[in-house]
């Protein structure tokens, strides 16, 4: 009987101490830039520069190969890419709104209004969650191709962070009517 009290005991007080833990308040984000913020400030520079990096430009002054050749360029390459892989962390922080409000959009009918892709992301924000998710695994290669000073490696990687960018951009910022048509004509997605 003594021994049945102490194993409850021990229960009551590891199921007690679980809930205790459960209950702890996870860590407070306090959530200032809006998404349109860290795109403008984080996530198109960073791309544009991995983008620009490497590159073959053919003029009528002949062939310009742009590759990072010295440590100094790598390395700030490498800048570009963390800021853009982890900024993909930052646009899934719950609370973080599109736009500042009564902010318009840019380019009315090309893009459409922040406040109406801020309601497409509320009501589907796993789809945007898995979006953002493939930013990141889009961008990972290009952080190893730059550790490993691997300009193919970059290049190609380039690729797949335009495609992960495009998909995004079809989903919540081009107009449903423009969605339809790439989608219908198997086309390229409008350009931002």
Known sequence: MRRSVWVLGIAISLFLAGACKAQQPGPEYRTT??????????VDP???ALWESVATIVS?????????????????????A??????????KMEGRHIAKPGEKSENPGIELEPEQMEKMMAEDRQSFIKLANALHDAALPALKAIDAKNAEGLLDAGEAIDVACENCHLKYWYPLSLQAEARKSGAA???K
């Open 33 to 42: 830039a809006t998404i349109k913020d860290i795109m403008d400030s984080m």
């Open 46 to 48: 960073s791309a544009d």
């Open 60 to 80: 009528a002054a002949g062939t310009d190969e742009r590759r990072p050749k010295t440590d100094e360029d790598w390395k700030n390459v490498r800048r570009h």
């Open 82 to 91: 963390v800021i853009l892989v982890e900024a993909t962390n930052l646009l």
């Open 189 to 191: 997605s409008p350009k």
